[in-house]
């Protein structure tokens, strides 16, 4: 079975200008999650996507969104970047996101290193 | 205090040795907890999640799980070169992840 898969894998921009990336989640896996990679604050976690609807959000500001589709493919979109959103953007995939109440285990995509000049 | 809090290493050992990572949380009402492998320049590798007390073992490795004392650890048995890594545990609270800092491992050959 193929892994996640995010495009494009490497990215510049300048300031102000706004960026698109992809991920497609493992085969059957409806939830999609994203997070946001830096040295300083490690893993956070930016919002989660089931069903075609976010079903839970971190703390980013609206500048973050996101979208999935009916294949439960999903995109993330960052709007008037700063350089401050230079980072590893990683998608991760579940077959539902929580059982039982409990988060299920995800497993990442390789990830969108975006570099904002 | 952290949510999720992991000391940042480098945690060292011998080939062949039996390397012990830490992990502790604070919220209460957790009720999954996973250990990722990093290497650098790589995403995070999912190698073993645990949701009940007590220990999970799958090959070399073994997680362990203590509720009471909100603590998770991860055991690497054998160690190996390839084994170096930055481990990062992972906890639910509420509907997310939160993610460790992450603990480096070097196992020296």
């Known amino acids: 079975k193929a892994g996640v898969t995010q495009t494009p894998r490497y990215l510049i921009k300048t300031r102000g200008q706004q960026v698109t990336l992809s991920c497609s989640p493992i085969?059957?896996?409806?939830?999609v999650s994203w997070y946001q990679q830096t040295p300083g604050q490690g893993l956070q976690f930016l919002f989660e996507?089931?069903?075609?609807?976010?079903?839970n959000k971190g703390n980013f500001p609206g500048r973050f969104s996101g979208r999935q589709f009916s294949n439960s493919r999903s995109e993330m979109n960052v709007s008037t970047l700063e350089l401050g959103d230079s980072a590893l953007y990683l998608c991760?995939?579940?077959?539902?996101?929580?059982?039982?109440?409990?988060?299920?285990?995800?497993?990442f995509g390789p990830g969108t290193r975006l570099t904002v000049t | 205090q952290k949510e999720v809090e992991q000391n940042s290493g480098p945690l060292s050992v011998p080939e062949g040795a039996i390397a012990s990572l830490n992990c502790t949380y604070s919220?209460?009402?957790?009720?999954?907890f996973f250990w990722y492998r990093q290497y650098s320049g790589k995403s995070p590798e999912l190698i073993m999640f645990?949701?009940?007390?007590g220990d999970k073992e799958d090959g070399r490795f073994t997680a362990q799980l203590n509720k009471a004392s909100q603590y998770v650890s991860l055991l690497i048995r054998d160690s190996q070169p390839s084994d170096s890594a930055t481990y990062l545990c992972?906890?639910?609270?509420?509907?997310?992840?939160?993610f460790g800092a992450g603990t480096i491992l070097r196992v020296k050959s």
């Open positions: 645990i949701y009940s007390n």
């Open positions: 085969s059957g896996h409806r939830s």
């Open positions: 991760a995939s579940s077959l539902e996101g929580q059982v039982a109440g409990a988060i299920e285990e995800q497993y």
């Open positions: 996507y089931f069903s075609e609807t976010q079903r």
């Open positions: 992972a906890v639910s609270n509420g509907n997310k992840l939160v």
């Open positions: 919220d209460r009402g957790s009720q999954s």
